[in-house]
């Protein structure tokens, strides 16, 4: 699990939401590998997830969200609500696991002034090169112009987690990073 938020601004940081739109529930790093590790760490643990009911696992408290019918409404409309639960749980710590959360994360940061942890699991520019669903042209422009909106919100994120070092360079720049390999 990810511990690089024990304290911050001395204070002990004992409530984590962990945030994802685009994993299933029951996700091996998050789910598994990340929050069961908080919770047996002494963490109380809240992960905000598509699921069709709120429910606890494993001490793990889950907000369901039910299920997107696309990728349209998941990124542009389940955020939403993902933001207002995460706002009324008052965490300590909000952990964003996917990039069309980057916003959500910033406005959390912006009202609450709490630790704020952005998980990349992939190297994203690269990553939009080859998405099917977009025509060449299309994937260069996107992944430009995610590197940029990334560049701009990430100046708000207290931590960044890498879960491999083939991306390490793009984060060059971002001193509070952490890798945590992903195998």
């Known amino acids: 699990a990810s511990c690089t938020y024990f304290q911050f601004k001395g204070i002990k940081l004992t409530k984590v939401c962990i945030i994802t739109s685009a994993h299933r529930l029951l996700d091996p790093r998050i789910f598994f590998k990340q929050a069961r590790s908080l919770v047996k760490a002494g963490y109380k643990v809240t992960l905000i ?6 429910e606890v696992i494993n001490g793990i408290e889950v907000i369901g969200l039910g299920n997107p019918k696309t990728r349209f409404h998941r990124m542009f409309f389940l955020t939403n609500q993902m933001l207002k639960k995460a706002l009324a749980i008052n965490a300590d710590v909000y952990h964003i696991h996917d990039p069309e959360l980057l916003p959500v994360l910033v406005i959390i940061k ?4 709490k630790f704020t942890v952005f998980d990349i699991h992939e190297n994203i520019k ?7 669903y977009l025509n060449s042209t299309s994937r260069i422009i996107f992944a430009f112009t995610y590197t940029l909106i990334e560049s701009f919100f990430l100046k708000f994120v207290d931590a960044i987690i890498l879960a491999e070092d083939s991306y390490k360079k793009n984060y060059a720049n971002i001193r509070n990073k952490y890798i945590i390999r992903n195998y």
């Open 126 to 132: 690269e990553s939009i090169k080859t998405k099917e």
């Open 49 to 54: 997830a598509q699921n069709d009911k709120n």
């Open 110 to 113: 912006l009202l609450t002034k």
